[in-house]
């Protein structure tokens, strides 16, 4: 598209940059999203404007779909990977649907332009050993220590995902079998097993430490527990996993999700057959549990690669 010209047009109705303040003003009000998110939306949004700004644009009135398709061709020249530019298409797509909310606009110009196709990745998992090292880097002489044992053996022993975490109650802690009561997505349940040391870390936790951060507090079903008895938050998950895995020396980047990863790539790495797996994560589709099969494969043409003579 041509660079940017000279216009003696009339000040734009819906400006590039102003309809993207007066968006995130709704995102943040209305929608309450989170600082990071609305962050990343103001990214995305700002070089999108920037783009049809130097091409000419002054307001999103003004935006057809050739505009669009432009820019994703640029972001693909400058090396943009598909995901991040099916994510910027997402959040345009987010602004137009807001002003066609508010009749600042009447037609929808990327009602029909298809985005980039995402890229599956693979999930990333931690190896045996730095699992290990991980589950036993919490102290085992302070109440708060005593908890992220428990939480970090139940959310690896048993697949949880971080909302899975912090919404466990007591009563789903099934020890007489072995087993934790997980409500899942859509409050669907699933019964999964626990291994020894996990039940062992969570009556532990539960004898002691737990009623202690619990002293002056309200009842409370909710098994972990923040330093003021309260229920710990998503973002309080992610801070003692951070530090634990800081602390076991493991240089690479490790969400709670990594441990869900972990379970499911150990237990088919163990021997154990795929529908099995979907069950424990509460999977509706196996086939959102067949991208693992892949991470066994890679595995085992690395090591043919590495034993192999002719490898």
Excluded at 149 to 156: D, S, T
Excluded at 187 to 214: F, T
Aim: charged content about 25%; some cysteine.
């Amino acid at each position: 598209m041509s660079q940017a010209r000279p216009s003696s047009q009339p000040p734009a109705a819906l400006p590039l940059h102003g309809m993207v303040d007066v968006y995130l003003d709704h995102l943040a009000g209305e929608r309450g999203l989170a600082r990071n998110t609305l962050a990343a939306y103001a990214d995305d949004l700002a070089d999108i404007c920037g783009f049809l700004h130097d091409n000419g644009v002054q307001g999103w009135e003004q935006v057809d779909e050739l505009h669009m398709v432009a820019y994703l061709a640029h972001a693909a020249k400058e090396g943009l990977a598909a995901n991040s530019r099916a994510r910027r298409l997402s959040a345009a797509r987010g602004l137009v649907g807001y002003l066609l909310r508010r009749e600042k606009l009447s037609a929808d110009p990327l009602a029909t332009l298809r985005g980039p196709k995402k890229t599956a990745g693979l999930p990333h998992f931690l190896s045996q050993e730095e699992m290990l090292r991980l589950l036993e880097t919490p102290a085992a002489d302070s109440d708060l220590g005593r908890r992220d044992r428990a939480m970090l053996e139940a959310m690896y022993g048993a697949g949880l995902r971080v909302s899975e975490v912090i919404d466990l109650g007591v009563g789903q802690i099934q020890f007489q079998i072995g087993c934790l009561l997980v409500r899942g997505k859509g409050a669907k349940e699933r019964l999964v097993p626990l291994h020894q040391v996990a039940i062992q870390r969570l009556e532990d936790y539960l004898r002691g430490p737990r009623q202690n951060l619990l002293r002056g507090q309200k009842a409370s079903d909710t098994v972990f527990l923040n330093a003021r008895g309260g229920k710990l938050s998503r973002m309080g998950v992610w801070k003692i996993l951070a530090k634990h895995v800081a602390a076991a020396g493991i240089d690479h980047h490790v969400s709670p999700h990594t441990l869900r990863h972990t379970f499911a790539t150990h237990l088919l790495e163990g021997g154990a057959d795929l529908r099995s797996v979907q069950l424990m994560l509460g999977h509706a589709d196996i086939g959102t549990t067949q991208i693992y099969t892949h991470l066994g494969m890679k595995r085992l043409v690395d090591v043919h690669r590495q034993c192999h003579p002719r490898g």
